[in-house]
Nanobody, 117 residues
Framework: QVLLVESGGGLVQAGGSLRLSCAAS????????MGWYRQAPGKQRELVAA???????NYSDSVKGRFTISRDNAKNTVYLQMNSLRPEDTAVYYC???????????WGQGTQVTVSS
C-alpha cells in the first residue's frame, strides 16, 4: 500500500486556478495509474484525470482542456493543475493510486475545492 496526502485545495472565484498536489509515501515509479477523482455533495465520486506510469493521460469530458495532470517521479508527487474553474467544479478532490488487481487502490483523505460564482 501507499499513503497519499493531498494539498492545494481552497476557495477560488470562477475563472481562477488552483494546483492540487498528491504526495505519496513511497516511490510512484511502480504505480501503474495515478488519478484524481472528485465528489460533489449528493453525487457519486467521479474520475477527473488519470496518468499512467508511462505518462499517458486521460480526462473526463467536463475538464478536458482546462485541467492538466502530471507526475514528478523524483518527488513522488502527482499534480492537478486546474484552470478556468467553474462553480460546478466544486467538490472534494481525492488522489488515487491503482496498485493492480491484487492490491487494489489507495486513496488520500481528500481536499476541498470551492469555486464561487
Amino acid at each position: 500500500q501507499v499513503l497519499l496526502v493531498e494539498s492545494g485545495g481552497g476557495l477560488v472565484q470562477a475563472g481562477g486556478s488552483l494546483r492540487l498536489s498528491c504526495a505519496a509515501s513511497r516511490s510512484i515509479l511502480s504505480i501503474n495509474v495515478m488519478g484524481w477523482y472528485r465528489q460533489a455533495p449528493g453525487k457519486q465520486r467521479e474520475l477527473v484525470a488519470a496518468i499512467t506510469r508511462g505518462g499517458s493521460t486521460n480526462y473526463s469530458d467536463s475538464v478536458k482542456g482546462r485541467f492538466t495532470i502530471s507526475r514528478d517521479n523524483a518527488k513522488n508527487t502527482v499534480y492537478l493543475q486546474m484552470n478556468s474553474l467553474r462553480p460546478e467544479d466544486t467538490a472534494v478532490y481525492y488522489c488515487n493510486a491503482f496498485l493492480g488487481i491484487q492490491f487494489g487502490s489507495s486513496w488520500g483523505q481528500g481536499t476541498q475545492v470551492t469555486v464561487s460564482s
